[in-house]
């Protein structure tokens, strides 16, 4: 449709070791690439640091999604330096999420306003599995408030060739 660009893109597991769910030859074909851990959540925290790390150092790496795991009231955020992972992603160029679900904000306002100390943009999702959860927007607009991001600093707010630019910088 004239005035909307799709851009294609996956969410990948991060492995246990590090590595990406997905063969090198998809991840180049795509726009962007989100990777998440989403097993072996029990790691040691050095381990698990590593491992995000590890995975956030993968050439075709853009986002880094629901960065510590957490659920309110349900599942602890995994251990992990969260700091470190930032700092990475920092030296990396690679953003990190804010998901805005309820049950998520995560990352919680302090890891946001270390991202924007630290330079790395942040993308805020909705966590939606169906258009109903699309408004669930506004609760990660006030978490990346209370984390002092401005326009600038959120990914997904950028004007189109600002974000455009912002997905070929790896000269893909």
């Not at 005035?3 to 795509?30: A, H, N, T, W, Y």
């Not at 072996?40 to 640091?49: L, N, R, S």
Request: aromatic share 4%; proline share 3%; glycine share 6%.
């Amino acid at each position: 449709l004239e005035g909307i660009r799709l851009f294609q893109s996956l969410e990948v597991d991060i492995l246990k070791d590090g590595s990406l769910d997905m063969p090198d030859e998809v991840l180049e074909s795509l726009d962007l690439v989100l990777v998440s851990v989403h097993s072996f959540m029990h790691m040691e925290k050095t381990a698990m640091t590593e491992r995000v790390i590890r995975a956030l150092g993968h050439p075709e790496v853009d986002i880094l999604a629901h960065p510590t795991g957490r659920i309110l009231n349900r599942r602890e955020p995994y251990a992990l330096d969260v700091d470190a992972v930032l700092q990475a992603a920092a030296e990396l160029d690679v953003a990190v999420e804010l998901n805005a679900h309820p049950e998520r904000l995560d990352l919680h306002d302090g890891h946001v306003r270390r991202a924007k100390e630290l330079g790395v943009k942040v993308a805020i999702n909705t966590d939606a599995h169906s258009t109903r959860d699309l408004h669930l927007i506004r609760y990660g607009v006030d978490q990346a408030r209370r984390g002092w991001l401005e326009r600038g600093d959120v990914l997904n707010a950028l004007p189109l060739s600002e974000f455009e630019g912002w997905i070929q910088r790896k000269n893909r």
